[in-house]
Every structure is written in structure tokens, then in C-alpha cells.
């Protein structure tokens, strides 16, 4: 079983940046599939970006992509997630999950369900 605890959330001004990371421990990360998504007040949690295994493929939603970017560093056991342009409707708390499904096809990596891993959250917002 594997704990994750993100870091890197703040307030930004619209336009700016920020990293979020996703330190696993218990088990090496290498061994999960990796996502995040984000959940703004009165709504549900949707899906910012995924990672496979290896890194080599990722995948984003249509609000996000061009401005987002997931990556993992296995040998330090943690997930990022730059995000640049950000925007007032960015404003959310954010969460890192981890998935250790070995069949886990393309349409998985933005349903929730298929995450069995969860970390705490940390608020990102974005001021106009």
C-alpha cells in the first residue's frame, strides 16, 4: 500500500505558475499508474492529468492541455504537475492518486474509480 502526500499548492495571480509535487512512500511509485485531479467547492472531482508507469505516455483533458504538464521521477519516488497560464477557474483543491490495476487502458486514466490511492489535497488558488 502507498501514501501519498502532496505539496506546492498557494495562491498565484492569473498568468503565473506553479509546481505541485506527489511524494509517495510505502511502496515504490513505479509501481502505479499516477493521476491528478482537482475538486472546486459544489463540484465533483474531474480529472487535470495522468501518467503511465514508465512516464512515457500521458494524458490531460482539454482545459488543461498545452498549459499543464505531469511527470514523474521514479529514482525519487514522486509525481509532478507544472502548471503554467494558470486561471481563476483553476482554483481547486488538488489530488495525487495512484492506481496499481495492471490493465489499465487509455479511457481509465480520467475515471476516479480506478484510482484505489488517494492523497490529502492541497488548495490551489488563483486570483483574477
Known amino acids: 500500500q502507498v501514501q501519498l502526500v502532496e505539496s506546492g499548492g498557494g495562491l498565484v495571480q492569473a498568468g503565473g505558475s506553479l509546481r505541485l509535487s506527489c511524494g509517495a512512500s510505502?511502496?515504490?511509485?513505479?509501481?502505479?499508474?499516477m493521476g491528478w485531479f482537482r475538486q472546486a467547492p459544489g463540484k465533483e472531482r474531474e480529472f487535470v492529468a495522468g501518467?503511465?508507469?514508465?512516464?512515457?505516455?500521458?494524458y490531460y483533458p482539454d482545459s488543461v492541455k498545452g498549459r499543464f504538464t505531469i511527470s514523474r521521477d521514479n529514482t525519487k519516488n514522486t509525481v509532478y504537475l507544472q502548471m503554467n497560464s494558470l486561471k481563476p477557474e483553476d482554483t481547486a483543491v488538488y489530488y495525487c492518486?495512484?492506481?496499481?490495476?495492471?490493465?489499465?487502458?487509455?479511457?481509465?486514466?480520467?475515471?476516479?474509480?480506478?484510482?484505489?490511492?488517494w492523497g490529502q489535497g492541497t488548495q490551489v488558488t488563483v486570483s483574477s
Open positions: 510505502g511502496r515504490t511509485v513505479s509501481s502505479y499508474v
Open positions: 492518486a495512484a492506481s496499481p490495476r495492471v490493465y489499465f487502458p487509455s479511457t481509465s486514466y480520467s475515471n476516479r474509480d480506478r484510482y484505489d490511492y
Open positions: 501518467i503511465s508507469r514508465s512516464g512515457d505516455t500521458t
